[in-house]
């Protein structure tokens, strides 16, 4: 064991004759670069013998940066305890492993603004608030400020006060407005009668603290008085621009009268707001995320319109095949060739006659009696008898009519021009199947497909006593033959009548139906009603929904067995497309569902992106810095996007926007993915960020860790910090190896448990992972999977143990369950909604989960307020541009971005000692204390080196659009740079001269 005690210190002192020395023998461009050492000296040693670790022998910061960041603070002797860590780590196979060591980093740091890093942070957040909380002060009590003018500007959402205050999750929001207007809702009667199972008072209590996030409901229930007039709103809504002009004077009221509205809240919520979220990096935060800003150039709308004109390819190859294929099935009418068709078997195949106009009446003449006269006019008054609006389609059955448009349809063209990929009759064409068996659309349960069983088929012919109606025509012994299942011949005909009437009286001699009942449901079949249209329901979800010889069983739904597919050709299934689990018979229908996928982003997403309000600035409005660039077009289109961010638009505080902060990565196969790259630097510019490294399940292992006030002292905080995927000791690994999955599959897993979700999620995911997984495997996997990180429920302490996570668990929900919640670093209280006085013991899944994501949203704030504070201290030309998740993102002056490189560093250093030193801990694992990796690039995408190529983009950033592969920088490659200096070159030759003259 090695003690945290003193072990190798470097030193930061300058010595001033080796400086002197230089001067005389070297220019001044050389002595240029010892002004930055004279600000820090790097150390990276390639081996660092003595490293800095703790009592478990996890590496720490070096002694400068500890002394930079934790200054004049003892690091508690927990040896006490080291039994029990010892004990839980060896239990899990972790305990004497070897850790890995790090270069150690050393450099001077700005100086802390307090006397530990949490002074620090709350007084550079006080700074950056001071004039903003004297303009609240003055909304609080006095008149409407005027219009503002060249001031800094910054937007405070009322709403999202509101959200963070007293906000419901998206749950108790289906349940608020159930309690308002009835309704039917699967969720809400799975919840009422899990409450009545329980013996739980249905109390909505928590109803009272809140409402929906609409203007006029939020005003009702903090400022009381009646409903706001919003019926004028419509005209925005419906109304043409000539009503807009007509209406001008009563629509300026009605928005005068919404921004009085939303004062009045804002009075009312602020006072409580500053309560009970006392720390001003929260609010400083929530006003940075507020001023997003994405760069676009004349590249915006030449992606609009390059993937509009190829998705209209596109879907135009997709209709023509979509249309062959409908015609070819059309052709199974003539001698009712498509009852021995598996998919088309139960289609409407009725067709229409053509019909004449009954005669007119005349009087009647023998063919003997008419004359040449009144055999012509018969002839001409036949006529009459044609319809004048003739029968739609006349001859072709009624499946293929509904997919042809009228003749008076606007948009008429001939043929099945109304086939897509979203009509119910697609995957039928397409000759559709599951793992090999086809795929069949029930009116109850929606998508599955239908599994040969010749046990049931034999049974089937002696069943005839429960069946009612109609027997199926479906073509049964084709499924035997297309799953190479061998059976008896005379099991796939019906059954005589005679081995009808034998049957019934071997029943009646034989066994009561009671009787039957009971060996029919040991056999795992049960009668589902006693209505007409039964059906037998098998246990393991297959049915028997009336079809001879073959079980039903549904496709699996992302949201679980319980819901029902409503199109197997949606987005949820593309992965099962991909993997060939899903899969069409036709070479031709292979096209389609290759069309379908390629098609599925754009289609879903083209009118979010096209809304976008992209703005154009006049070249009078651009900064020197664009314009001086030599890149620089006069005739160029610069302009932005501002994004309608949310700043808190969730019950944790997340931030929620619809467009960027859901868009996807750029994919080969889909048109319109790369959106992202879209948003380019300006000339002059560069877009400077990184992703926070596993932030959340270091968040919520850093929780666990408090409890022994040791990093890394629980099997998850150890795995978090050290574990290694070469050997399978992190954490991703062994929940891999635990569940026989992949280990990315164990991401999701992992991450999904972490915000409270319990042991039916993994089942639910397991069986995704592996469409070969029984619900019943599924089961016994995920028992086992969560036995072994949750742990066990020790239901008279209230706590879990035995597991990896055990101890995490437990502090988690020791903050859910305390009398008033809050996050443990900026202490944000909980909405109102999920205190413990107001709810008891409900809603723990949403209440964990707000603990860790609350907890990361003040992770996000930290940075933000942080960086802000070094770009303004240093004089770094930068701004913010967005935050995706657990990614921020700058955009920064050419010059700058190596500084802002560092500033992003340093940032995360001082933002995870800040949540160390919150939680109990002066110190900071080396390993977790700068980012990976920093990227500089000009364009928004996941990695530097992505060429984001796409149906739409197939030539790639570079050659299409002229952006080179960005860069990426670690620490070591940052502090070779920058020399671990924040200074600009300028000022820091200023200070060589003033220093040595």
Not at 753 to 774: D, V
Not at 808 to 822: D, G, T
Not at 855 to 875: F, G, I, K, P, R
């Amino acid at each position: 064991m090695v003690s945290c005690l003193n072990v190798w210190r470097g030193g930061f002192h300058l010595c001033s004759q080796r400086v002197e020395r230089r001067l005389v023998f070297q220019r001044w461009l050389k002595i240029s670069k010892l002004v930055s050492s004279h600000h820090s000296k790097v150390v990276t040693s390639a081996n660092t013998p003595n490293p800095r670790v703790n009592e478990i022998n996890i590496q720490m910061l070096p002694w400068n940066l500890h002394e930079q960041i934790f200054p004049k603070t003892d690091i508690k002797d927990c040896s006490s305890g080291l039994e029990e860590i010892q004990k839980n780590l060896s239990k899990h196979g972790l305990w004497g492993k070897d850790t890995t060591v790090l270069n150690d980093v050393t450099f001077d740091l700005p100086k802390l603004q307090g006397k530990s890093v949490t002074d620090h942070f709350y007084n550079i957040a006080n700074q950056q608030l001071n004039g903003y909380i004297q303009l609240t002060r003055h909304l609080m009590t006095g008149s409407i400020p005027a219009k503002p003018k060249k001031s800094p500007v910054r937007f405070l959402d009322t709403m999202s006060l509101h959200i963070a205050l007293c906000g419901m999750t998206s749950f108790q929001q289906v349940l608020y407005q159930s309690n308002k207007k009835s309704t039917n809702r699967k969720e809400v009667r799975e919840y009422m009668e899990m409450r009545t199972s329980r013996r739980q008072m249905v109390d909505n209590y928590w109803t009272n603290e809140s409402t929906m996030n609409n203007l006029n409901d939020v005003y009702q229930h903090h400022c009381g008085g009646p409903p706001l007039k919003k019926a004028t709103r419509d005209v925005f809504v419906k109304g043409s621009m000539a009503d807009v002009r007509e209406m001008f004077q009563e629509l300026c009221s009605y928005c005068a009268s919404d921004v009085e509205a939303t004062l009045h809240v804002f009075r009312q919520v602020w006072p409580q707001f500053l309560e009970r979220f006392p720390n001003p990096v929260t609010l400083s935060g929530m006003m940075e995320m507020g001023t997003a800003y994405l760069p676009i150039n004349q590249n915006w709308k030449r992606y609009l319109n390059q993937s509009d004109a190829v998705y209209n390819d596109l879907q135009n190859e997709l209709s023509r095949l979509l249309q062959k294929l409908a015609n070819e099935a059309c052709e199974l009418l003539h001698d009712n060739r498509y009852e021995d068709d598996l998919w088309l078997w139960d289609l409407d195949w009725s067709v229409n006659a053509y019909k004449l106009n009954k005669p007119k009446k005349r009087p009647k003449k023998t063919d003997q009696e008419k004359t040449s006269d009144d055999i012509l006019e018969d002839i001409l008054s036949s006529k009459d008898r044609i319809p004048k609006v003739g029968r739609h389609m006349v001859g072709y059955p009624a499946w293929y009519r509904e997919l042809c448009p009228k003749t008076t349809d606007p948009d008429w063209r001939s043929g099945p021009s109304q086939i897509s990929t979203s009509r119910r009759i697609t995957p039928k064409l397409l000759r559709m199947t599951y793992k090999g068996f086809p795929l069949h659309y029930d009116d109850k349960y929606g998508w599955g497909y239908l599994i040969p069983d010749k046990h049931k088929a034999a049974s089937d012919r002696q069943k005839l006593v429960m069946a009612v109606g109609e027997v199926s025509k479906f073509p049964i012994k084709k499924l035997f033959t297309m799953c190479k299942e061998t059976v008896t011949e005379e099991l796939l005909v019906p059954m005589s009548d005679k081995e009808i009437e034998k049957m019934l009286n071997m029943a009646k001699d034989d066994m009561e139906w009671t009787e039957l009942a009971k060996h029919l449901d040991e056999a795992g079949i049960k009668k589902q009603a006693k209505q007409k249209d039964d059906i037998i329901e098998i246990r393991e979800t297959k049915y028997d929904i009336g079809i001879p010889g073959c079980w039903f069983q549904k496709l699996p739904h992302k949201d679980g067995k319980g819901s029902n597919v409503g199109n197997p050709l949606s987005k949820d299934f593309l992965a099962l497309i991909e993997s060939g689990v899903l899969k069409s018979l036709l070479i031709t229908a292979e096209n389609v569902l290759k069309l379908t996928k390629m098609c599925s982003y754009w289609k879903n997403n083209k009118d979010r992106i096209s809304g976008q309000m992209a703005v154009t600035l006049e070249e009078k409005d651009l900064p020197v810095t664009i314009t001086s660039d030599p890149d620089y077009h006069v005739d160029g289109m610069y302009g932005a996007i501002v994004p309608r961010v949310i700043p808190a638009g969730t019950i944790t505080r997340r931030a929620v926007e619809k467009t960027w902060m859901t868009a996807s990565n750029a994919y080969v196969d889909r048109v319109g993915s790369e959106m992202k790259s879209m948003i380019q630097s300006p000339p002059g510019y560069h877009f400077v960020g990184a992703d926070v490294d596993s932030q959340e399940l270091w968040i919520a292992a850093i929780i666990g860790d408090s409890k022994h006030r040791i990093h890394g002292s629980t099997p998850f905080g150890w795995m978090t910090l050290q574990g290694n995927k070469n050997d399978k000791t992190d954490l991703h690994s062994k929940t891999a190896e635990t569940a026989g999955i992949s280990r990315d599959h164990a991401k999701i897993l992992n991450y999904g448990r972490i915000y409270g979700a319990g042991q039916k999620f993994a089942e639910t995911l397991l069986m995704n992972f592996n469409h070969n997984l029984t619900p019943t495997e599924a089961a016994a996997k995920a028992k086992k999977l969560y036995e072994t990180t949750k742990g066990k429920r020790k239901r008279a302490e209230r706590h879990w143990e035995g597991g990896t996570e055990s101890e995490m668990f437990n502090m988690l929900e020791s903050i859910a369950r305390s009398s008033f919640p809050k996050t443990p670093v900026l202490s944000a209280s909980i909405s109102k909604v999920l205190e413990p006085e107001i709810i008891g013991d409900e809603f723990m899944t949403s209440r964990i989960n707000w603990v860790v994501q609350s907890s990361a949203v003040d992770y996000l704030h930290l940075m933000l307020v942080c960086m802000n504070w070094l770009c303004n201290q240093y004089d770094i030309n930068a701004r913010f541009a967005i935050s995706i998740h657990d990614e921020v993102r700058y955009l920064v002056a050419r010059e700058d971005r190596y500084r802002a490189v560092l500033a992003l560093q340093i940032t995360n250093l001082l933002t995870r000692s800040m949540f160390a030193q919150a939680l109990g801990m002066n110190d900071l694992p080396l390993s977790v204390a700068f980012f990976s990796k920093v990227d500089i690039d000009q364009c928004l995408r996941k990695e530097v080196v992505l060429e984001c190529k796409t149906p739409s983009n197939p030539r790639g950033m570079e050659r299409a659009y002229n952006i080179p592969t960005g860069e990426g920088y670690d620490i070591y490659n940052t502090l070779e740079i920058t020399k671990g200096s924040l200074r600009d070159a300028e000022e820091s030759k200023s200070e060589f001269f003033q220093l040595f003259g």
